[in-house]
């Protein structure tokens, strides 16, 4: 894909249906009409996911309940597992492809049982064997990115899927992400060392970092 100029766009709905999936098919349906080519959830069971007293981070609290723990505000997020393959029958109907970020091995097994194409893993968790051993048992594709990631670390992860139907994502994890710390050069950095199909995780309120991110080979944007 990276030696195309086909372009694949996956929106980002994380946690924005906010526990509900008459939102999350509403969500779908906006990505669908604005020419996404994918749309990506997040699956997790909080209690296996993060501790009752997490407190929220700055960005968390300036858009939500300040009061509330991130284990609460989690918790009443959380899809139950037959809520995926719901939303998943949602998106094949629509059109666009399902994709899920696990965040825990049971979640891999929810996504699997409803046969997921696609996984994509966070750039939190470039070091989570034990979620990484468990995906790579399923031998599908997978999206990983690498924000906050040295080199290093996305070399160890990627040697565990023996390079194989792995697309890594330069992503800058800030929310959201000031223009002149997108460090678009990275993906001139990624092509070049792992030879890899590479694409950008857009954390920007613009669209110029993704134009520049296309002239450097990008194909696959998330937004």
């Known amino acids: 894909m990276s030696n195309t100029?086909?372009?694949?766009?996956?929106?980002?709905?994380?946690?924005?249906?906010?526990?509900?999936?008459?939102?999350?098919?509403?969500?779908?349906?906006v990505a669908e009409k604005t020419g996404a080519t994918a749309v990506k959830f997040q699956t997790y069971i909080t209690d296996n996911f993060?501790?009752?007293?997490?407190?929220?981070?700055?960005?968390?609290?300036?858009?939500?309940?300040?009061?509330?723990?991130?284990?609460?505000?989690?918790?009443?997020?959380?899809?139950?597992?037959?809520?995926?393959?719901?939303?998943?029958?949602?998106?094949?109907?629509?059109?666009?492809?399902?994709?899920?970020?696990?965040?825990?091995?049971?979640?891999?097994?929810?996504?699997?049982?409803?046969?997921?194409?696609?996984?994509?893993?966070?750039?939190?968790?470039?070091?989570?064997?034990?979620?990484?051993?468990?995906i790579?048992?399923?031998?599908?594709?997978?999206?990983?990115?690498?924000?906050?990631?040295?080199?290093?670390?996305i070399k160890k992860t990627i040697k565990l899927y023996k390079k194989k139907n792995i697309t890594l994502l330069h992503c800058v994890s800030s929310y959201p992400c000031k223009l002149d710390q997108s460090y678009i050069s990275r993906i001139v950095k990624l092509k070049k060392m792992f030879k890899l199909p590479i694409g950008f995780s857009d954390h920007t309120t613009s669209y110029e970092p993704a134009i520049m991110a296309y002239a450097v080979g990008a194909r696959i944007f998330e937004k």
Do not use: W
């Not at 709905?13 to 509900?20: A, Q, R």
């Open 5 to 29: 100029n086909k372009l694949e766009i996956i929106a980002e709905i994380g946690v924005n249906h906010n526990g509900k999936v008459s939102t999350a098919k509403k969500l779908i349906d």
């Open 50 to 134: 993060v501790l009752k007293k997490a407190k929220k981070v700055k960005y968390q609290i300036n858009n939500s309940n300040r009061n509330e723990t991130h284990y609460e505000m989690l918790k009443k997020f959380e899809l139950k597992k037959n809520d995926f393959r719901i939303i998943k029958e949602y998106c094949k109907k629509k059109g666009v492809e399902f994709i899920s970020t696990p965040y825990d091995q049971e979640s891999v097994a929810t996504l699997k049982k409803i046969n997921v194409k696609r996984y994509k893993v966070a750039s939190a968790d470039i070091d989570d064997y034990l979620l990484h051993k468990e």
């Open 136 to 153: 790579s048992k399923t031998n599908k594709k997978l999206i990983i990115s690498t924000g906050m990631c040295t080199f290093q670390d």
